[in-house]
């Protein structure tokens, strides 16, 4: 792209642990604009503005000012629990404020790809193919769903990315990211409760930005597509194989159960026990022409990335922030 003017991609919600991972992947090819609410937020070499979603003026502003090709919503309420607890503004931001986003983007032209989650379907021990209707067991999921729907619905340019979780550092020095709580309890030594009842597929966000830079360059319109790790863990063994690519002793972890709040008003199937998240990915490898990787290559391409860089940043809250 360096012989032609740089197309320029929005991201809503810079400052989340998504957002700010897919800002450093794409700004290396592509002009990118970052907002925020209501804290600001450096990242190097990318334009940042404090814009509120819920306000169609300032949706409006935005994408009218800078004009952007495509538009990345990031915006959401990606704790499980904390949406069971506040399920209005759980649905304001992952689904309402999206609203206003794709009307923008239809207005000028500009492509909006939503991020997604594993979370809008059941728990049931299966491979979820994109065809397969969402019958999530939680708020979380539910708010996901609902912004699918919307999107296929009334957006005449979209992408839509329905993903596993994705770990790594976020940008914000507010809050820390589960990879990074488990990265400060191994290196202080400290006891770790991990979960051991959701199995779901882990992914560095750096495939997330990969797989999207792919498939817009290939100028797709209009589609759903889902991006895991080939293999499906539970966090406590996602925690055991970091330690071992990390080279880290594993002999604080142990086995539990993190809150996951199940919506009483769930059509799904799942009857109880372990929660499956477990997708079929073959639509984006046969698309791609190449296979995702296993968790275990997730972390060693991780582990490259971060080599040389510094520790994660002490004294930080302890709000946890995991997609």
Same mark, same amino acid.
């Given at each position: &792209? +360096?012989? +032609?003017? $740089?197309?320029?991609?929005?991201?809503?919600?810079?400052?989340?642990?998504?957002?700010?991972?897919?800002?450093?992947?794409?700004?290396?090819? %592509?002009?990118?604009?970052?907002?925020?609410?209501?804290?600001?937020?450096?990242?190097?070499?990318?334009?940042?503005?404090?814009?509120?979603? &819920?306000?169609?003026?300032?949706?409006?502003?935005?994408?009218?000012?800078?004009?952007?090709?495509?538009?990345?919503?990031?915006?959401?309420?990606?704790?499980?629990?904390?949406?069971?607890?506040?399920?209005?503004?759980?649905?304001?931001?992952?689904?309402?404020?999206?609203?206003?986003?794709?009307?923008?983007?239809?207005?000028?032209?500009?492509?909006?790809?939503?991020?997604?989650?594993?979370?809008?379907?059941?728990?049931? =021990?299966? $491979?979820?193919?994109?065809?397969?209707?969402?019958?999530?067991?939680?708020?979380?999921?539910?708010?996901?769903?609902?912004?699918?729907?919307?999107?296929?619905?009334?957006? $005449? !340019?979209?992408?839509?990315?329905?993903?596993?979780?994705? %770990?790594?550092?976020?940008?914000?020095?507010?809050?820390?990211?589960?990879?990074?709580?488990?990265?400060?309890?191994?290196?202080?030594?400290?006891?770790?409760?991990?979960? !051991?009842?959701?199995?779901?597929?882990?992914?560095?966000?750096?495939? $997330?930005?990969?797989?999207?830079?792919?498939?817009?360059?290939?100028?797709?319109?209009?589609?759903?597509?889902?991006?895991?790790?080939?293999?499906?863990?539970?966090?406590?063994?996602?925690?055991?194989?970091?330690?071992?690519?990390?080279?880290?002793? =594993?002999?604080?972890?142990?086995?539990? %159960?993190?809150?996951?709040?199940?919506?009483?008003?769930?059509?799904?199937?799942?009857?109880?026990?372990?929660?499956?998240?477990? &997708?079929?990915?073959?639509?984006?490898?046969? %698309?791609? !022409?190449?296979?995702?990787?296993?968790?275990?290559?997730?972390?060693?391409?991780?582990?490259?990335?971060?080599?040389?860089?510094?520790?994660?940043?002490?004294?930080?809250?302890?709000?946890?922030?995991?997609?």
């Amino acid at each position: &792209m +360096e012989n +032609e003017e $740089l197309k320029t991609i929005m991201i809503f919600g810079v400052s989340s642990f998504v957002g700010s991972n897919l800002a450093e992947f794409f700004k290396r090819s %592509y002009r990118v604009i970052g907002t925020y609410f209501k804290h600001p937020i450096f990242i190097s070499g990318v334009t940042t503005i404090p814009c509120d979603v &819920m306000t169609k003026e300032e949706v409006q502003l935005a994408i009218f000012t800078f004009k952007p090709d495509f538009v990345i919503y990031s915006v959401g309420l990606s704790s499980v629990y904390d949406c069971s607890k506040a399920k209005d503004y759980a649905e304001a931001l992952n689904t309402i404020g999206l609203f206003n986003v794709v009307e923008n983007c239809q207005r000028y032209k500009s492509q909006v790809i939503y991020i997604s989650s594993s979370m809008v379907f059941g728990g049931v =021990d299966k $491979l979820y193919i994109e065809s397969d209707i969402p019958d999530s067991l939680s708020v979380y999921g539910k708010t996901k769903s609902s912004a699918e729907f919307f999107i296929q619905r009334t957006s $005449l !340019n979209y992408l839509i990315f329905r993903v596993c979780a994705l %770990y790594g550092r976020g940008a914000a020095p507010r809050q820390m990211t589960t990879f990074e709580l488990l990265q400060n309890k191994i290196e202080n030594g400290d006891s770790m409760l991990c979960d !051991n009842n959701v199995f779901q597929g882990f992914l560095d966000p750096y495939y $997330l930005g990969m797989a999207i830079k792919l498939i817009i360059e290939k100028g797709v319109v209009n589609r759903l597509f889902q991006i895991s790790s080939t293999d499906f863990m539970t966090f406590y063994d996602f925690a055991k194989l970091y330690c071992k690519v990390f080279k880290q002793s =594993d002999r604080s972890l142990s086995k539990g %159960y993190w809150s996951f709040p199940i919506m009483s008003s769930s059509t799904s199937s799942w009857s109880g026990g372990p929660i499956f998240c477990k &997708m079929d990915m073959v639509n984006l490898e046969n %698309y791609l !022409n190449t296979r995702l990787p296993t968790v275990e290559e997730s972390l060693k391409f991780t582990f490259q990335r971060f080599r040389g860089t510094e520790k994660i940043a002490k004294g930080r809250d302890e709000g946890i922030v995991f997609i």
